[in-house]
């Protein structure tokens, strides 16, 4: 597996769900929006992913964040001139609220139909939408110590993007169910702290032996070494709004560079125990933007808003050199707002839906459904996709 050598440049994927404009329920007609925008717009980049009701927008590979906002701006355009003409509209957030996994369809493509044949009831499971963002990195020998370091902040990120509050409708009680959701994979979650390119090598071939990778394609890591040249971050929830993606992308963009370049210098990155990420993780899944995140080996805790504001702080001088200043101001105008599990949760309850997880109210739009509330949920799909159209 090669690594080829890269500028730090940035690049973007993004997951958005096709949803019926009367039920709000998932629809699987995603193939007719890609022959929609094959007919009107040739050579574009959104592409049909796992399920027959996503699309995924990938972007060029651009110098900085604000070429690839708008890049994904013109994509979305593009995208709301066909899915207007189709008669669907678009979602974006880590998991649709009521949707059930049993009702949905697959893509085509015989990899995916080679997932579910491998991975089954957890497969079929996987009604989930994210962001995955790309930088380039100078080199294979400093890949694995980078992203040992970026896991340090993988609660800050996760929590910035979470908004996947709701499953079957019910209130999970997690502002980021589809983290719990997507780790059922067994080739997902996070990934073994290499020490280096070879050791990462070695595991690879270990993959290619048992022939984990002929059923899988490849390793779906939380955060991986792409064939681009780049490290990819591949956790974040999917968000309602464009803005929203343009501040995540600019602080991961940040980190890895300020990560590469103290390794470039000479330094020996900082790395977190595997248990203090797996238990930041979790934290971040269940409580978003109020989580209590650990910062380093001897255990020292921080609200992670109050982090992210000293790291903030110190990425803005490179956030100006790498021109997306503006985009990582957002991160605090994100904080400032709430996350979007906390809009799609309050959105949700104002329409009648219970005020705890696992409990109904008395009367609830869907009490005849027994537990879940779907017809409540409804309106934090609304919210979603004003949110995304509006964002444009």
């Not at 996994?101 to 499971?125: A, F, H, P, V």
């Not at 400032?336 to 705890?356: C, F, K, P, T, W």
Request: hydrophobic share 40%.
């Amino acid at each position: 597996m090669d690594f080829p050598s890269s500028r730090p440049t940035v690049g973007v994927e993004w997951e958005l769900a096709l949803v019926d404009p009367v039920t709000r329920d998932l629809t699987p007609r995603a193939a007719e929006l890609v022959a929609e925008m094959d007919r009107r717009f040739p050579g574009h980049r959104v592409t049909r992913e796992f399920l027959a009701n996503t699309v995924e927008m990938v972007t060029g590979v651009h110098e900085a964040v604000p070429g690839a906002v708008a890049d994904l701006r013109e994509q979305l355009t593009q995208l709301y001139a066909c899915a207007d003409a189709v008669g669907v509209d678009l979602f974006s957030a880590g998991t649709h609220p009521f949707a059930h996994w049993g009702d949905q369809e697959l893509s085509g493509k015989s990899s995916y139909q080679e997932i579910i044949n491998r991975t089954q009831w957890w497969g079929r499971q996987m009604l989930i939408w994210g962001i995955h963002v790309h930088v380039g990195v100078g080199g294979r020998d400093r890949v694995w110590p980078v992203i040992n370091a970026v896991m340090m902040q993988y609660p800050h990120i996760l929590a910035l993007s979470a908004s996947s509050p709701a499953w079957e409708g019910l209130d999970t009680g997690y502002a980021s169910n589809r983290t719990l959701l997507y780790r059922q994979l067994p080739t997902a979650g996070m990934p073994y702290q290499f020490r280096d390119w070879g050791e990462w090598e070695d595991f690879n071939r270990d993959q290619d032996r048992s022939g984990v990778i002929n059923h899988t394609g490849s390793m779906h890591f939380d955060v991986r070494p792409s064939r681009f040249g780049t490290v990819e971050v591949r956790f974040a929830d999917a968000t309602m709004e464009v803005w929203e993606v343009g501040a995540i992308a600019a602080f991961i963009h940040c980190l890895v560079v300020h990560y590469e370049r103290r390794w470039r210098d000479g330094e020996r990155l900082p790395t977190l125990q595997q248990w203090h990420v797996a238990e930041n993780k979790w934290r971040a899944a269940r409580y978003g933007l109020d989580a209590l995140v650990i910062t380093d080996r001897e255990t020292t805790e921080r609200p992670v808003r109050e982090d992210l504001d000293l790291w903030l702080d110190r990425l803005a001088p490179l956030a100006a050199e790498l021109g997306c200043a503006t985009e990582l101001a957002d991160v605090r105008r994100l904080m400032e707002r709430g996350g979007d599990y906390e809009l799609q949760r309050a959105a949700a309850r104002a329409a009648g839906a219970a005020l705890e997880p696992g409990t109904r109210t008395r009367g609830d739009a869907g009490a005849e459904e027994g537990f879940t509330q779907p017809r409540a949920w409804v309106a934090a799909v609304d919210l979603t996709v004003e949110a995304l159209r509006r964002s444009v």
